[in-house]
């Protein structure tokens, strides 16, 4: 009876990844999701690069439904910088597994420009180009019909080109932005379903903004919103706020409408920052592996000369002669 159980937990636990990934559910979950996108906001907006002061090297890793036989990981390394003359570069390459059998791996460019509103407010404007390879494992799902003429059992690989565009303004205490990301929709190539349907990117807007709050000398409440949504799908809302102690250590409480509650918590050790997330699951998949964890790791090294400041994480440079920190 135990063994019966343990084999039906499985087959349910299959039956959920696969609708995911061969359903409308697949829209969604195109691009990869992160809960600690206030950390490394340059993963949800390329305006983003360049408009903090230094260089910036994070490692992002996302384990989702943990415990779930073939559940999701994400990976990213990201590397952001400031230039002189308001230009800013950005690169990120990530490994997106979708469940063992879906998998896309690519690497982005991005480029950022950007222009003084005044002393203490700018605009950033961003584009990322990023090349990605689509992969199909097909021998890698355990099927109820085994002889189901849709899945040959066979692995396909495409590799892509697309790109996405951002803006950003920001100012001493905020930052808001919008991004849209797979602008060129480009195919898949993957021959299990024809071009001309589902099997491209999808366009994904994204609205974010962020504001710093300062309670007193040594304590910071940083409330943050995102709002994500496709041509296909409806919107969804994260919900996110931080207590920040000193600049240095904080923690975090949030909310993603429809997936999970969020706690988090980090803390900067001079040039290193790293952050946690958990995720307790509240939608169907919950249920079975309500727990995902998502952990980032950033280092900094500082930009120096006319115009910078050593100051690292949190540093912003607005009209190259004022220096703001937050």
């Known amino acids: 009876m135990r063994n019966m159980i343990i084999i039906a937990k499985r087959a349910a636990q299959l039956a959920a990844v696969v609708a995911l990934l061969f359903t409308g559910g697949v829209n969604a979950q195109q691009l990869s999701r992160q809960s600690q996108f206030v950390q490394n906001p340059f993963l949800v907006n390329p305006a983003f690069a360049g408009t903090e002061l230094g260089t910036f090297a994070s490692l992002n890793h996302r384990e989702q439904w943990a415990g779930f036989n073939g559940a999701p990981t994400t990976s990213s390394v990201t590397v952001t910088s400031s230039l002189p003359n308001r230009f800013g570069f950005g690169v990120v390459v990530e490994r997106d597994d ?4 879906f998998r896309n791996t690519g690497v982005e460019v991005a480029g950022t420009y950007t222009v003084d509103l005044n002393n203490q407010d700018a605009v ?7 090349g990605r390879n689509t992969r199909f494992d097909g021998s890698d799902l355990q099927l109820w019909q085994p002889d189901d003429p849709a899945i040959t059992g066979a692995i396909e690989s495409n590799f892509a080109f697309d790109a996405r565009f951002g803006l950003m303004v920001f100012g001493e205490f905020y930052q808001f932005g919008f991004a849209v990301s797979n602008l060129m929709q480009s195919p898949f190539g993957l021959e299990s379903e024809p071009t001309n349907t589902r099997n491209r990117g999808v366009r994904h807007y994204a609205l974010s903004g962020r504001y710093d709050y300062a309670l007193d000398q040594q304590w910071t409440l940083q409330p943050a919103v995102m709002l994500r949504f496709t041509e296909l ?3 969804q809302l994260d919900l996110h706020a931080r207590a920040l ?3 240095r250590y904080w923690g975090g409480m949030g909310f993603r409408q429809g997936d999970a509650f969020i706690l988090s918590a980090g803390a900067i050790f001079q040039d290193i920052q790293v952050g946690y997330a958990y995720d307790a699951g509240t939608g169907a998949v919950g249920n079975l592996s309500p727990n995902t964890h998502e952990i980032t790791v950033s280092y900094v090294i500082p930009r120096r000369g006319v115009g910078f400041s050593r100051k690292g994480f949190g540093g912003r440079l607005l009209d190259r002669n004022l220096i703001i920190r937050n």
């Open 233 to 235: 799908t409806p919107v």
């Open 98 to 101: 979708h469940g063992g059998a």
């Open 124 to 130: 950033a404007f961003g584009i990322g180009l990023m």
């Open 245 to 247: 102690f000193d600049n």
